[in-house]
């Protein structure tokens, strides 16, 4: 069943991970798809590839999230490259570890800027676009909701703070029959948490299925929310993270 023929989609950070599995997904569904990527435009282009061999339209645009000129401007592009612009997935994230002592200006600038401000003016720049029936859909962490150990203050911060965002973001946008989410990850095999790093089984300790995601069960997800199903959850926080926080 194609749940998304004739939608179009700009998922940010989309070149890797949970990025790149949501922008397949949705293609799949029979969506076009913009991706941006900060540096990695080969990766970037193969999902392109890949999402073309479906048979779907599908551009690569370069912006850094913590550039809010270029941010806006791949808001801009996707909706003129695709025709219009009917999903809007803010994936692009950073991480940070480090306790409260360490922390320097430039960092907590940088965590601010990637994961809450871009969210933000990505948000706002598709809103523009966005018909009746339209989605913005978020990636927060299982951190904003429990934080599990010490060093991890300013990443959850970060996520807590999306949480906040989408309740508002909804009640501003329902009116217009769009629905805003955000959607709590916990472990999942990308390559910023891979399931054999080093701190992979203190991780697994913790949850209720003792394995982590794969980038494609988060997509499933943000492609629910996305979908005709969808209509009627707006300013939730969904928690998928294998039972961490049950």
Not at 134 to 140: D, F
Not at 240 to 246: A, F, L, R, W, Y
């Amino acid at each position: 069943m194609m749940r998304m023929t004739g939608k179009k989609a700009l998922v940010t950070g989309g070149s890797r991970g949970i990025g790149a599995a949501t922008a397949l997904r949705l293609a799949q569904e029979g969506a076009d798809v913009a991706i941006t990527y900060e540096r990695a435009r080969d990766k970037a282009e193969a999902v392109v590839g890949r999402i073309r061999a479906l048979g779907r339209k599908a551009i690569a645009l370069q912006a850094d999230n913590a550039d809010a000129e270029a941010l806006k401007a791949a808001v801009e592009g996707a909706a003129h490259e695709l025709g219009g612009l009917d999903i809007l997935v803010n994936n692009a994230g950073i991480w940070h570890y480090g306790e409260v002592g360490g922390w320097s200006l430039q960092e907590i600038d940088a965590i601010l800027a990637v994961n809450v401000r871009a969210v933000i003016i990505a948000s706002q720049a598709a809103a523009a676009y966005l018909p009746e029936g339209g989605r913005i859909i978020t990636t927060g962490s299982c951190l904003a909701e429990r934080v599990t150990e010490p060093g991890i203050a300013l990443y959850a911060m970060s996520k807590a703070a999306l949480v906040g965002f989408t309740k508002g973001l909804a009640r501003d946008l329902g009116p217009r029959g769009i629905t805003v989410n955000v959607v709590h990850p916990g472990s999942t095999d990308t390559d910023m948490n891979p399931a054999a790093g080093e701190q992979a089984e203190e991780q697994r300790a913790r949850m209720a299925i003792p394995r982590f995601g794969k980038p494609e069960d988060i997509a499933g997800l943000i492609t629910y929310l996305a979908s005709e199903e969808g209509r009627f959850v707006t300013g939730a926080g969904l928690t998928i993270d294998g039972g961490v926080n049950s």
